[in-house]
């Protein structure tokens, strides 16, 4: 495997804090500044997926709409799929649902039927670790198909909103956590 070209805390301090976003009291964790520099962005790719080389992973499962970013530029360093995982109403095929509880209401969220094959050895990869309900649905719908969760990916996590514990029975790996 190929040694990163950045370093996580080289990541940490290009995350811009946005107070009071989208509401009062919210810190935002904002990944643009990340995005815009191509030299730390294809640094965060490298370190999402270190523990992998082409060949070991059927497909990298995105969360809508951020892990996109991540997911899918992950799905070309490891030469495989790419899957995407929607907000309910989405996606245009045959879906599988999952509703979840979210800390000032509800979500769903969707997956196509025939986008995994039984047994795909995947990866899940977000932007974000907070509560752990949007990567628990998703987790719900790959056990639907029955996939093989290699390792679930994350940029950042909000370790005090305890979302790890929403995944047990996972393994979790954050790039930085606050």
Same mark, same amino acid.
């Given at each position: 495997?190929? /040694?990163?070209?950045?370093?996580?805390?080289?990541?940490?301090?290009?995350? *811009?804090? $946005?107070?009071?976003?989208? %509401? +009062?009291?919210? /810190?935002? %964790?904002?990944?643009?500044?990340? @995005? =815009?520099?191509?030299?730390?962005?294809?640094?965060?790719?490298? +370190?999402?997926? /270190?523990?992998?080389?082409?060949?070991?992973?059927?497909?990298? $499962?995105?969360?809508?709409?951020?892990?996109?970013?991540? #997911?899918?530029?992950?799905? +070309?360093?490891?030469?495989?799929?790419?899957?995407?995982?929607?907000?309910?109403? &989405?996606?245009?095929?045959?879906?599988?649902?999952?509703?979840?509880? @979210?800390?000032?209401?509800?979500?769903?969220?969707?997956?196509?039927?025939?986008?995994? %094959? %039984?047994?795909?050895?995947?990866?899940?990869?977000?932007?974000?670790?907070?509560?752990?309900?949007? #990567?628990? #649905?998703? =987790?719900?719908?790959? &056990? /639907?198909?029955? $996939?093989?969760?290699?390792?679930?990916?994350?940029?950042?996590? +909000?370790?005090?909103?305890?979302? *790890?514990? *929403?995944?047990?029975?996972?393994?979790?790996?954050?790039?930085?956590?606050?």
């Amino acid at each position: 495997m190929t /040694q990163a070209i950045v370093t996580v805390p080289e990541l940490a301090k290009a995350i *811009r804090n $946005v107070p009071d976003f989208p %509401k +009062l009291g919210i /810190q935002f %964790k904002d990944i643009t500044p990340l @995005l =815009a520099d191509a030299h730390l962005y294809a640094g965060s790719i490298e +370190l999402l997926t /270190q523990n992998y080389k082409p060949g070991s992973v059927d497909a990298i $499962v995105g969360i809508d709409a951020r892990g996109f970013i991540f #997911a899918a530029a992950a799905a +070309l360093r490891l030469q495989c799929g790419f899957v995407p995982v929607r907000k309910k109403g &989405k996606l245009p095929y045959h879906t599988f649902e999952e509703s979840y509880d @979210l800390e000032y209401g509800s979500n769903t969220m969707a997956i196509h039927t025939d986008a995994l %094959k %039984k047994g795909s050895r995947v990866l899940l990869i977000d932007d974000l670790l907070a509560t752990g309900g949007t #990567a628990a #649905a998703a =987790a719900n719908l790959m &056990k /639907q198909i029955g $996939v093989e969760i290699l390792e679930m990916n994350f940029v950042i996590e +909000l370790s005090f909103l305890e979302g *790890r514990k *929403r995944l047990e029975g996972y393994p979790v790996r954050s790039l930085i956590v606050y």
